[in-house]
């Protein structure tokens, strides 16, 4: 894809996440991996961004991230205002803007990490979107105390196209604060065999090809949690 296409996407996914409800205040966040030929001529400005960590990425990495704060009701009218780019190799680490001092996400050291994954296990994955779904955080409530699998056989005996079209299942990972590097190693672990996972509480993470692919997956799972909340 295309600078032009990636955006008018984001903006298209960026108002259904909206409209859907799953996107309150500033919450949720999207990620997309780039080959230096997609890479917006716009961001040009760079702004420093503190980290304690050491990162190891193997290849040079481009990612397109939301930036802290931003609305996806706002990123629909111009996503270009409300997204930077992330610059990764070894452990040297840049951030560029589009003439803002705009920051990334709160939870990007979380999605460089995924993509660094991604990016060796999963290289036809190259974006990652997290948001709020809200029956499928409910369901994190209902059925706090049981195990990923025990989650998994609900969603795939109320609704059979669940097990159609996710049949490996829903990752789950347990509560961890936002941003934090135990959510990220946790959500890891659970990219191996799932593209979606719910994390506890909080939200829903996609990795996938593209954004829509990503957003199916989730409305899945979400459909059949709302169903076995409305049976039970």
């Known amino acids: 894809m295309n600078t ?54 193997p290849k040079v990495m481009y990612l397109l991230v939301s930036t802290t704060g931003s609305r996806m009701r706002l990123i ?25 001092d ?35 955080i409910a369901l994190s409530h209902k059925l706090y105390s049981c195990t990923e699998a025990q989650i998994n056989d609900t969603l795939w005996d109320i609704m059979p196209e669940v097990k159609y079209f996710i049949p490996e299942g829903l990752g789950y990972v347990e509560l961890f604060d936002p941003g934090s590097d135990e959510l990220a190693q946790n959500t890891i672990l659970e990219l191996i065999n799932h593209s979606v996972v719910l994390w506890k509480k909080h939200g829903c993470l996609a990795s996938a090809k593209n954004l829509w692919e990503a957003i199916e997956q989730i409305e899945i799972l979400n459909k059949a949690a709302k169903i076995y909340l409305l049976a039970y």
């Open 102 to 136: 705009n920051l990334p996400s709160s939870e990007w050291i979380s999605h460089l990490r995924m993509h660094i994954f991604l990016e060796l296990h999963k290289p036809s994955h190259k974006i990652i979107l997290h948001t709020h779904p809200t029956e499928l």
């Open 76 to 100: 629909t009218k111009n996503p270009e205002d409300h997204f930077g780019l992330l610059y990764c190799h070894g452990n040297e680490i840049k951030w560029y803007t589009a003439d803002t």
């Open 4 to 57: 032009k296409e990636i955006f008018k996407e984001i903006s298209e996914v960026s108002n259904h996440l909206f409209h859907m409800g799953w996107a309150e205040r500033n919450a949720g966040n999207i990620s997309i991996r780039l080959t230096i030929d997609s890479i917006p001529d716009s961001f040009s400005k760079e702004i420093y961004i503190k980290h304690d960590f050491l990162i190891n990425c």
